[in-house]
């Protein structure tokens, strides 16, 4: 499984886009690209996924490089509930097993 | 509609012992996956079960074991518990598309499991 490179953690101001990275330079032309969080006490949750153009859905855009190397999920507008564990996970079958990372630990402030 | 659902959702035991945890997937899955979350770390495929089969597997010993029965629940079980055995184990719940694809995983809140 190719592997991805998250920063350890990053800080947003309530109310403000976010934009989190995510490294994957070993990416094949198969391989999904793929954000889940995961909340305090909760299992992980499905955000968005894409293959090689950019994805919007009604919580956030997934922006994917030319070259598929590198990805960028956006959070428009930052809420305190968005405080996470944010996943990017390269799997060449969606839906099937995931290799999760370590994430990136979001902190939201007020 | 109720989603993962995994019981119980804590438990303690002691080194040696065996343990099954259960998962009732989210309504109209056939699918369903476990996986390991060790304490401030990302969570590691265990097995996924379609059709009461395994179809893939983790690095996992055969100390960890499943089971998917017809309605499409599915068991965990591990034997001979290690203390490194500790942790949340989540489970996670799919639909079978065309071509093996399968839809987006649908996880529970976990089972934490302490070894001690």
């Known amino acids: 499984d190719a592997k991805t490179t998250q920063p350890n953690s990053m800080e947003s101001n309530e109310e403000e886009p976010v934009h989190l990275p995510c490294n994957h330079s070993?990416?094949?032309?198969?391989?999904?690209i793929h954000w889940y969080r995961q909340l305090p006490s909760q299992g992980p949750e499905y955000v968005i996924h894409?293959?090689?153009s950019n994805v919007n859905n009604r919580m956030a855009s997934l922006a994917i490089a030319e070259d598929r190397k590198s990805s960028t999920l956006i959070l428009h507008r930052a809420t305190l509930r968005d405080a996470a564990v944010y996943y990017c996970?390269?799997?060449?079958?969606?839906?099937?097993?995931?290799?999760f990372g370590a994430g990136t630990i979001l902190r939201v402030k007020s | 509609d109720a989603g993962v659902t995994q019981s119980p959702t804590h438990l303690i035991k002691t080194r040696g012992q065996q343990v099954t945890l259960r998962c009732s997937p989210k309504?109209?899955?056939?699918?369903v996956s476990w996986y390991q979350q060790a304490l401030g770390q990302g969570p590691q495929f265990i097995f996924q079960?379609?059709?009461?089969?395994?179809?893939q597997r983790g690095n996992f010993p055969d100390r960890f074991s499943g089971h998917q029965f017809p309605n499409y629940s599915s068991e965990l079980n591990v034997n001979a518990l290690l203390l490194g055995d500790s942790a949340l184990y989540l489970c996670?719940?799919?639909?079978?598309?065309?071509?093996?694809?399968?839809?987006?995983?649908?996880f529970g809140s976990g089972t934490q499991l302490s070894v001690l």
């Open positions: 079960y379609y059709e009461e089969e395994e179809r």
């Open positions: 996670a719940s799919s639909l079978q598309l065309n071509r093996g694809q399968r839809e987006k995983l649908f």
């Open positions: 070993t990416i094949s032309g198969t391989d999904y």
């Open positions: 309504s109209g899955h056939d699918t």
């Open positions: 894409g293959l090689t």
């Open positions: 996970i390269l799997s060449r079958e969606y839906g099937n097993k995931l290799v």
